[in-house]
T-cell receptor, first 115, second 114 residues
């Protein structure tokens, strides 16, 4: 049972345009969401996060939107740059007991920004 | 501040063998998690340790085990290796285990089982 879904395995965008990466979740207990970016041969790096009490969080060219009623979040990158080409993972956090919170990741979306 | 360090970077083993992977977290981080990444499956959670205690465990068979030492360094062991265990194994550390404490990943150990 996949609780965090990234339904688009890949996405191609022209340089300078907007990239929109989508993520859906099924577990209503998730209360914090994160996006990670991964280059080949490197570990994922934290990009941006959003709490379930907010619907938008911005950091420079990156904005994450959360629609709790639809259980959907998206990452917008504006403008897209060739260096943004990477695999993007959506992750969600829920309380797992014993004072600990567990992250669940989606399968990732490979973004290619074409110069 | 040094990042998460994983050793070795690459490993080739044969079926039936066992393997131990090592992870040194960011200084001051007490939580260490392990993930398996395979093509098409994304990042699958193995387990998380905090202060030498296993806090969470994913849906992996008992052949996958781990431990954490008093200096927060962690090891992951896989026994009786199978071809399907070939994957990138990622270690991540975080300061605490609260919901807004992001994971910081190492560059992984690429395990190939032949």
């Amino acid at each position: 049972d996949q609780q965090v879904k990234q339904n688009s395995p890949s996405l191609s965008v022209q340089e300078g345009r907007i990239s929109i990466l989508n993520c859906d979740y099924t577990n209503s207990m998730f209360d914090y969401f994160l996006w990670y970016k991964k280059y080949p041969a490197e570990g994922p790096t934290f990009l941006i996060s959003i709490s379930s009490i907010k619907d938008k969080n911005e950091d420079g060219r990156f904005t994450v939107f959360l629609n709790k009623s639809a259980k959907h979040l998206s990452l917008h990158i504006v403008p897209s740059q060739p260096g943004d080409s990477a695999v993007y993972f959506c992750a969600a956090i829920a309380y797992s007991g014993a004072g600990s919170y567990q992250l669940t990741f989606g399968k990732g979306t490979k973004l290619s920004v074409i110069p | 501040k040094a990042g998460v360090t994983q050793t070795p970077r690459y490993l080739i083993k044969t079926r039936g063998q066992q393997v131990t992977l090592s992870c040194s977290p960011i200084s001051g981080h007490r939580s260490v998690s392990w993930y398996q990444q395979t093509p098409g499956q994304g990042l699958q959670f193995l387990f998380e340790y905090f202060s030498e205690t296993q806090r969470n465990k994913g849906n992996f068979p008992g052949r996958f085990s781990g431990r954490q030492f008093s200096n927060s360094r962690s090891e992951m062991n896989v026994s009786t290796l199978e071809l399907g265990d070939s994957a990138l194994y990622l270690c991540a550390s975080r300061l605490g285990t609260t919901n807004n404490s992001p994971l910081h990943f190492g560059n992984g150990t690429r395990l190939t089982v032949t």
